[in-house]
């Protein structure tokens, strides 16, 4: 069973509508919470991080965390061509990062 | 303020043969990670360091890879010998106090 699980993408979203993606995890103990971006052959960039239930808005960025239901969302509002790239959803254990596969986005023009 | 830098950005070797990845961190930042992402995988922990001690090297693979972080600063990942199912991107991360990671650019290995 795999420990981060992210919707499959691709998600193909036009251009000023909101992306919405999804992750799921596996261990209660989890203990905070992080979305990167991953550009085409570029490293992992830090975007959002959440430790707490409930949302944190970061510009066109809003995290939501339930830690009940083990889940945590990134929304992506007024989307732009700049955003496509593949989201990575991070979940902390005592310092390791176990990541999800990555949901790639694309913003039609 | 630099990022965290990673040397080679890519690497071709022979199965057998021996290669060392560096990483040097952002500056201050006590916490250092290695990661690996195979082919169609998720990327991966390897291990953790605290300034120069290993805090959890639980995702090492096998005994084939050391890693050292002399002094606290820069860090080294050796391959000895390397396989082919070492190929991969090998990321860094560093972090000051706390769980926060900042990303290198990788290093991808091609075993052949």
């Known amino acids: 069973q795999k420990e981060v699980e992210q919707n499959s993408g691709p998600l193909s979203v036009p251009e000023g509508a909101i992306a919405s993606l999804n992750c799921t995890y596996s261990d209660r103990g989890s203990q905070s919470f992080f979305w990167y971006r991953q550009y085409s052959g570029k490293s992992p960039e830090l975007i959002m991080s959440?430790?707490?239930?409930g949302d944190k808005e970061d510009g066109r960025f809003t995290a939501q965390l339930n830690k009940a239901s083990q889940y945590v969302s990134l929304l992506i509002r007024d989307s732009q061509p700049s955003d496509s790239a593949t989201y990575l959803c991070?979940?902390?254990?005592?310092?390791?990062?176990?990541f999800g596969a990555g949901t790639t986005v694309t913003v039609r023009a | 303020e630099a990022g965290v830098t990673q040397f080679p950005s890519h690497s071709v070797i022979e199965k057998g043969q021996t290669v060392t990845l560096r990483c040097d961190p952002i500056s201050g930042h006590d916490n250092l990670y290695w990661y690996r992402r195979v082919m169609g995988k998720e990327i991966k922990f390897l291990l953790h360091f605290v300034k120069e001690s290993k805090q959890d090297e639980s995702g090492m693979p096998n005994n084939r890879f050391l890693a050292e972080r002399t002094g606290g600063t820069y860090s080294t990942l050796k391959v000895q010998p390397a396989e082919l199912e070492d190929s991969g991107v090998y990321f860094c991360a560093t972090g000051p106090q706390g769980d926060t990671q900042y990303f290198g650019p990788g290093t991808r290995l091609t075993v052949l």
């Open positions: 991070a979940v902390n254990y005592d310092y390791k990062l176990s």
């Open positions: 959440i430790y707490s239930n």
